[in-house]
Antibody, heavy 121, light 109 residues
């Protein structure tokens, strides 16, 4: 059973850069598209962006100017960087796998447990 | 941008009852719609994709229907573990962007 695990600092200062990594438990990182999704406390879900093993990315237009998603297939990891954070970026950040291999499928069938990141001085 | 509106915001039912949750899209999404279940402190779980296909391991009491702009998630007979928040989700074609509804909380009456 493939598993995803988010890791990174739980506290980030305003104006700094949020950095998270998602580790995929097997070699399937080269077969699927992978996304980051966030959820502010008590609120709904917001898609941040996706990446493929080739490095191809697509970002939510509302966050595009601040987001970078990268991938390291040798480590079975992909990462999120969100710059110039504010309190509004406080959320649980999930990494997720797209449903079907090799295409940016419309749905997410496997999720990590989530990592709470708080933006505060 | 396609907006998904879920109703009701909260649904209060008893175990054994039938639950009907609605998701309306601001423009047609064909059948490209999914439903997720989220329990407190957990990640969302994919229940239904392509409007009516159950994901792997999802019990048969969960079913989805609809196309175009109006979609329904039905839970035929509620089990205690079904009380959670449910989200619908779609993807727009261009630019590719994934959006979720605001959620329906299914609570025990």
């Amino acid at each position: 059973q493939v598993q995803l695990q988010e890791s990174g600092p739980g506290l980030v200062k305003p104006s700094e850069t949020l950095s998270l990594t998602c580790t995929v438990s097997d070699d399937s990182i080269s077969s699927y598209y992978w996304s980051w999704i966030r959820q502010p406390p008590g609120k709904g879900l917001e898609w941040i962006g996706y990446i493929y093993y080739s490095g191809s990315t697509n970002y939510n237009p509302s966050l595009k100017s601040r987001v970078t998603i990268s991938i390291d297939t040798s480590k079975n990891q992909f990462s999120l960087k969100l710059s110039s954070v504010t309190a509004a970026d406080t959320a649980v950040y999930y990494c997720a796998r797209h449903l079907r291999p090799t295409v940016p499928s419309w749905y997410f069938d496997l999720w990590g447990r989530g990592a709470l990141v708080t933006v505060s001085s | 941008e396609i907006v998904l509106t879920q109703s009701p915001a909260t649904l209060s039912l008893s175990p054994g009852e039938r639950a009907t949750l609605s998701c309306r899209a601001s423009q047609s999404v064909s059948s490209y719609l999914a439903w997720y279940q989220q329990k407190p402190g957990q990640a969302p779980r994919l229940l239904i994709y392509d409007a009516s296909n159950r994901a792997t391991g999802i019990p048969a009491r969960f079913s989805g229907s609809g196309s175009g702009t109006d979609f329904t998630l039905t839970i035929s007979s509620l089990e205690p573990e079904d009380f959670a928040v449910y989200y619908c989700q779609q993807r727009s074609n261009w630019p590719p962007k994934y959006t979720f509804g605001q959620g329906t909380k299914l609570e025990i009456k």
